[in-house]
């Protein structure tokens, strides 16, 4: 990486257990057991105040994780591929995933990816303890998200969202990608109990997080805890677009 060029600043904003903007200039590199020819920085963690883990990941040429991702009883698993091109594979059955292309792990079973290129592949990588629900299980699910076709978000026409999990109970969180047209917002600042980890992939906004209003662009990674205030501004010229994370489908423990 070599000298600094200019004075030492950062985008990035962290507020423990309410929100973090994590911009990708400051990503650090950190060692996850299992993985090879890999970089990979740890994004949202219980260490910040998320119930999730989310990871960036780049599979180099021959990258790989040989001992599988997850496979606790416990602990559920997705991925969402970025860039490139990676074969998942879960049990006996193979998946081959492209840019959009995502799967989900159900509690207790591995998964294993390997780059199928020379160049990266980029990965958004998440894990989190399934919660139960007597007489429901999930499955495994994958699919391409550029397959799936947009619905108006809130009765608006210039917001629009895809869900890329089923939305059936035996399933505790979901996965979405929220777009918004040029100058669109949300129609009003959310305050919820659910919490998100965001990955942005595309356009430029303003994010109002904790009635704060940040500015955020693509490739920025937004952690948004229970509760706090959340809404958004698309500006510049093209679509502000991100994939998250959503816990569901339960009632809140005592």
């Known amino acids: 990486m070599g000298y600094p060029k200019d004075l030492l600043s950062s985008r990035s904003i962290i507020k423990h257990g309410l929100y973090a903007l994590i911009a990708p200039e400051g990503l650090v590199n950190n060692v996850i ?35 599988g991702f997850c496979g606790q009883k416990d602990v559920e698993s997705f991925v969402y591929v970025l860039g490139g091109k990676v074969k998942v594979s879960v049990e006996e059955q193979n998946f081959i995933l492209e840019e959009s292309g995502y799967l989900y792990c159900p509690p207790g079973t591995k998964m294993y990816l390997e780059n199928l290129i020379e160049e990266d592949s980029r990965l958004f990588l998440y894990k989190q303890k399934y919660k139960p629900l007597e007489g429901r299980k999930p499955w495994v699910v994958s699919g391409h998200a550029n397959h799936i076709e947009f619905r108006d978000y809130d009765d608006m026409h210039n917001v629009h969202i895809k869900d890329l ?17 040029p100058a669109a917002s949300h129609p009003f600042i959310e305050t919820h109990v659910q919490e998100h980890g965001a990955y942005l992939l595309s356009g430029e906004g303003m994010y109002n997080l904790n009635n704060e209003w940040i500015p955020v662009k693509k ?29 569901c489908n339960r009632d809140p423990e005592l």
């Open 33 to 67: 057991p299992g993985f090879e020819n890999c970089t990979i920085s740890v994004l949202g963690s219980p260490k910040l105040g998320a119930s999730f883990v989310d990871y960036m990941v780049t599979m180099h040429k021959d990258g790989k994780n040989s001992d």
């Open 219 to 247: 490739g920025d990674y937004i952690f948004m805890g229970p509760y706090v205030h959340q809404a958004a501004y698309s500006v510049g010229r093209e679509p502000l677009t991100y994939v998250y994370s959503k816990d």
């Open 165 to 181: 999990l089923p939305t059936d109970l035996d399933f505790d969180m979901n996965f979405h990608i929220l777009s918004f047209d």
